[in-house]
């Protein structure tokens, strides 16, 4: 059984920072790639940012210059450093890590941005 566990959210103003982490427990031997989506109310979920086993970086082109993505392979935690915070990047913020041959998701951490 593998878990996710997500933290980090919350409310913050137009400007600021705020850095999520997701975590891997559980039986999970070998992660591939792991990413950060986000989903605004009755919207879809949209790719925010990725990272491979070997440390190459994708982001969505609203995002690149702000937001920082990294990982903990010690840890098996996947970290998002988000800056200049826009109200445009409120939404409900999920991980997800390829391993095993499979895909898991967090469950989810809010952040809201306030103008």
């Known amino acids: 059984q593998v878990q996710l566990v997500e933290s980090g959210g919350g409310l913050v103003q137009a400007g600021g920072s705020l850095r999520l982490s997701c975590a891997a427990s559980?039986?999970?031997?070998?992660?591939?790639?792991m990413a950060w989506y986000r989903q605004a109310p009755g919207k879809q979920r949209d790719l925010v940012a990725s990272?491979?086993?070997?440390?190459?970086?994708n982001y969505a082109d609203s995002v690149k210059g702000r937001f920082t993505i990294s990982r903990d392979n010690a840890k098996n935690t996947v970290y998002l450093q988000m800056n200049s915070l826009k109200p445009e990047d409120t939404g409900v913020y999920y991980c997800?890590?390829?391993?095993?041959?499979?895909?898991?998701w967090g469950q989810g951490t809010q952040v809201t941005v306030s103008s």
């Open positions: 997800k890590i390829i391993g095993n041959g499979n895909v898991y």
């Open positions: 559980g039986s999970i031997f070998s992660i591939n790639a």
């Open positions: 990272i491979t086993s070997g440390g190459r970086t």
